[in-house]
């Protein structure tokens, strides 16, 4: 019905069996002996067909069978000749015509129609695009055709559910008399809306707020299902009542849509399980992602244009050109978009102009989560926080416009670790480019793989967990931090191991690298950390021997596990806990390792990331990592009605207190602000010291012979440059 290859093969099939060929006339030809026939009717007081003023001639008879034949078998043979809805613009019924959005809808049912899978859509749509009319029309369509249907359509209350049948009853009241099945009944309250006994079908009208489950007791298999982030329970009312009776065949037809409303709710956790597991073959719905510029005919339309014209001199800001940018790599991604606006596809600029408008307009008004939740150029930005991030969508949008293309995307293997996070050999991207990791110890060698598996790019990545994401390979004379921040690997809160390159005066911190897991505990992670440890383990030109990176683990939850399995093999160089208030940090009288994250430590940590990321001092370049900004929430205890900074419920913040714990055990004893002019100029101080210093070898190390300076300057040179590795 929906596939172009399925309907003709069904076309050949039925023009087999009857030895009646099948013919598409033209619409004016449609239209002509439309009105013909219905000149034939006769009528009761009802308006009901009775019969005819005289018997219909045999092209009259051929001509119908023609049309109930053609309109069964094709949807959009139905559609575009038979169907009306409301114009856009005037509210006149006109005839249906598909446009783009709904072009792409039709491509993807089309698709699992081939794949002979049930035709069932997670719709993450825009607003006004037209999903819910071509939704409604093709429920319609499936009364009309298709015998033995059980549908039922709902919305989040009784009066938008009814409103998405009058959708419905506006086109039947337009159908010709010989297209209604014999006995339809159309009701206008209750629960059944319409109902053919002859033919074994109904469509039911159902909502969110409904104390009982939507098809509780029946077992339908069509549905529309619309505005379901604002059903009261959807596990209860959706999931244990609708699917709970679900047995899908390839004649199950099904859409869920709505738009993104907040994040953690259940359409949120829904879309990410689908996005993640759909390519696996794990999941019984397709996601499918609509954004606005799909209906370009709407942003803007031209009386939009007309009050408010592209100015003779507008030239798109940033963001609106980042916007642009995301939007055209994401239809270029897409294979439904790709063939409907084709390779070299452009966002016009006067959908530019329309953006930024708003965007400002939403800006002035507060209101900006609420504008990217429904205009936006990805799923990921469309999930916006309903609380208030201590983070500004104008912060996020600046950290997420800089992410750079991975440098490269892994799957580990090597000893101890499971051979579920091994590469998937279709994923596989070139076995020549793998890297070899070594750890040399008394105890043991170990070597670990990395392979390069595909990137198809950030939008097309269904899950970023169980993968080593590399931003930065290694490079001397860099100093790196691997830190861990562990969960218990099963599959809550996430393991997260982030390299972090330290800040300098000319570059600020980087996250250059991250491996996150939902499946690996403290205990499991250590083959990576130990890997990651040995991998930036990088030359140092100025001390003359590989400087190895800090190892800074969250003891306070599983990760002191990990800290003793890394040190077993032979690593050494792990951050030292110091007292902050104490004058004395004396390395050597330090004997706790590892980051604990406790209630006077917890602040501290959660003041360096609001500094850090509020002024721009590390490169940030997971998106995964900066979306968890939007998540990082003030929350007030119901109990206590104390403040706490966290991630919003049934969020994570795994991936930034990663970084957190990075940045703070890299920097906690430096004066960190790497753009301020006296930072910079007193570093500079020290690095014109350094032209007159001369170099000699030790057994043990490299430093800097500066006995001709005076005490002060050797001191400070002393404490920039150390001539021994903390932890060594």
């Given at each position: 019905m929906y596939s172009r290859a399925v309907t003709?093969?069904?076309?050949?099939?039925?023009?087999?069996?009857?030895?009646?060929?099948?013919?598409?006339?033209?619409y004016d030809y449609i239209c002509t002996c439309v009105d013909h026939l219905d000149n034939l009717a006769i009528r009761d007081d009802?308006?009901?067909?009775?019969?005819?003023?005289?018997?219909?001639?045999?092209?009259?008879?051929?001509?119908?069978?023609?049309?109930r034949t053609l309109c069964g078998l094709d949807y959009l043979h139905w559609a575009e000749n038979y169907h009306y809805v409301r114009h856009a613009e005037t509210l006149?019924?006109?005839?249906?015509?598909?446009?783009?959005?709904?072009?792409?809808?039709?491509?993807?049912?089309?698709?699992?129609?081939?794949?002979?899978?049930?035709?069932?859509?997670?719709?993450?749509?825009a607003r006004q695009g037209g999903g819910t009319t071509d939704t409604t029309s093709k429920i319609q369509h499936r009364m009309?055709?298709?015998?033995?249907?059980?549908a039922v359509i709902a919305s989040s209350d009784p009066e938008k559910s009814w409103k998405l049948s009058e959708m419905i009853g506006r086109s039947l009241v337009k159908q010709p008399w010989w297209l209604i099945p014999p006995n339809l009944k159309e009701y206008q309250s209750g629960e059944v809306f319409l109902d053919c006994f002859e033919r074994n079908s109904y469509v039911s009208i159902q909502h969110g707020t409904q104390g009982t489950g939507i098809a509780r007791g029946d077992t339908v298999n069509c549905f529309h299902l619309s505005e379901l982030p604002d059903y009261d329970n959807p596990d209860l009312i959706v999931d244990a009542s609708l699917f709970g009776a679900w047995h899908p065949t390839p004649l199950h037809f099904g859409v869920l849509e709505s738009t993104a409303k907040g994040r953690k709710n259940w359409w949120h956790k829904r879309w990410l399980d689908n996005k993640e597991n759909w390519p696996k073959g794990l999941s019984l719905e397709r996601p499918l992602f609509l954004p606005y510029f799909v209906s370009l005919e709407i942003y803007p339309t031209e009386g939009w244009l007309a009050a408010i014209p592209i100015p003779d001199n507008f030239i798109p800001s940033d963001y609106t050109r980042e916007h642009a940018r995301r939007a055209e790599e994401y239809v270029a991604s897409d294979p439904f978009l790709l063939r409907v606006f084709g390779p070299d596809w452009k966002l016009p600029l006067a959908t530019q102009w329309w953006y930024q408008f708003s965007y400002d307009y939403a800006l002035r008004k507060d209101k900006l989560g609420d504008f990217l939740s429904e205009y936006c150029s990805t799923d990921t930005e469309a999930f916006q926080s309903l609380s208030k991030s201590v983070f500004s969508i104008q912060l996020?949008?600046?950290?997420?416009?800089?992410?750079?293309?991975?440098?490269?995307?892994?799957?580990?293997?090597?000893?101890?670790?499971?051979?579920?996070?091994?590469?998937?050999?279709?994923?596989?991207?070139?076995?020549?480019?793998?890297?070899?990791?070594?750890?040399?110890?008394?105890?043991?060698?170990?070597?670990?793989?990395l392979t390069p598996v595909k990137f198809p790019g950030y939008s097309s990545i269904n899950s970023h967990l169980d993968t080593l994401w590399i931003w930065e390979y290694p490079q001397d004379n860099a100093e790196y931090c691997v830190a861990l921040d562990a969960s218990e690997g099963i599959g809550r809160d996430r393991t997260v191991v982030p390299v972090i390159r330290k800040g300098t005066v000319d570059r600020p911190a980087g996250q250059v690298a991250c491996f996150s897991s939902d499946q690996l505990g403290g205990l499991e992670i250590w083959p990576i950390c130990l890997m990651l440890l040995n991998y930036y383990s990088t030359w140092n030109t100025f001390r003359r021997q590989l400087a190895q990176p800090l190892f800074a683990p969250e003891t306070k939850a599983d990760a002191s596990s990990c800290l003793l399995e890394v040190r077993k093999r032979g690593y050494n160089r792990i951050y030292l806990r110091r007292d902050r208030s104490k004058r004395d940090q004396d390395s050597t009288k330090i004997a706790k390792l590892g980051w604990e994250t406790t209630p006077s430590t917890r602040p501290l940590l959660i003041q360096w990331l609001l500094t850090v990321l509020k002024g721009h001092y590390i490169e940030l370049n997971s998106p995964w990592t900066i979306d968890e900004m939007r998540d990082f929430v003030v929350v007030e205890s119901e109990t206590t009605n104390k403040i706490k900074i966290e991630h919003?419920?049934?969020a994570h913040d795994d991936e930034l207190f990663g970084v957190g714990i990075g940045v703070v055990t890299l920097h906690d004893l430096d004066v960190y602000r790497g753009e301020t002019p006296q930072w910079r100029a007193a570093q500079q101080q020290l690095e014109d010291l350094l032209k007159f210093?001369?170099?000699?070898?030790?057994?043990?190390?490299?430093?800097?012979?500066?006995?001709?300076?005076?005490p002060a300057t050797e001191k400070a040179l002393g404490a920039m440059y150390p001539t021994k590795i903390p932890g060594a």
């Open positions: 003709q093969l069904q076309i050949e099939k039925a023009q087999t069996a009857t030895g009646i060929e099948l013919r598409r006339y033209p009802k308006n009901r067909v009775t019969g005819t003023a005289r018997p219909l001639a045999p092209d009259e008879q051929a001509f119908i069978h023609n049309e006149a019924m006109v005839p249906f015509r598909q446009n783009r959005y709904q072009q792409v809808l039709t491509l993807a049912q089309g698709e699992l129609e081939e794949q002979r899978k049930p035709i069932v859509i997670q719709l993450l749509k009309l055709f298709v015998p033995n249907t059980a996020i949008q600046s950290y997420e416009s800089k992410v750079p293309q991975p440098a490269g995307v892994f799957r580990v293997t090597g000893p101890d670790l499971p051979k579920s996070i091994a590469a998937d050999q279709s994923n596989i991207l070139d076995t020549d480019k793998r890297i070899t990791v070594k750890h040399t110890a008394s105890s043991e060698d170990l070597t670990w793989t919003d419920k049934g210093a001369t170099y000699k070898d030790s057994s043990s190390h490299t430093r800097f012979d500066a006995g001709h300076l005076d």
